[in-house]
């Protein structure tokens, strides 16, 4: 399932790359835009560095609001008469969710967007840039499970194993994390 943050924000204020990621970096961010990566031109997945790691990122597309809009006025209102809207995609990455938001938070506090989850109330800068503080806190246990995850089970013998699943995303504009268990204790 995908996701999508909207990006509204005046034309004429759409930063170049460059640009883009100085306010990436004024935020403390540990994440990198592609060296290529080119406003309008891009469509599709762009890809990002976070801490280092490659293989992260988001898609990315850019229409007029209008468009996206459409005759919605309630969505309309959200988009505060900005006339322009940058789609940032993911799936279930929490490392490109991250992406997401960091980038969402530099066009928000250096570039005057206004950011929306799925249509649902705008977010504040301020809370962007914290919710992604929050899941870069977050960050080193995902990166754990990865490192870990090749278990040769034909070596142990079975044992009960008690699974549990932390899963973390937007919900109404809000960082929401929940646990699953499942299995012996």
Partial sequence: MSNTQYVFIERSKIP???QLQAAIDSLAFPIQLDPEFTPFDD????PCTLNGRSEVGFEIFYDATKEIVEDDEEFSAIA???DYCISLV???SH???ICVMGVSAAYA???EAVISYEGDEPIPAATLIKQTRELLAGGDAVEEVEKNDAIDLKESPPTPVKLTVTVTGLIGGKIVTKKYERGDK
Avoid: E, P, T, V
């Fill in 16 to 18: 170049d790359r460059d």
């Fill in 43 to 46: 469509l599709g997945f762009s």
């Fill in 80 to 82: 505060a008469g900005r």
């Fill in 90 to 92: 993911w799936r279930s």
């Fill in 95 to 97: 490392d490109d969710l």
């Fill in 109 to 111: 506090h250096a570039f």
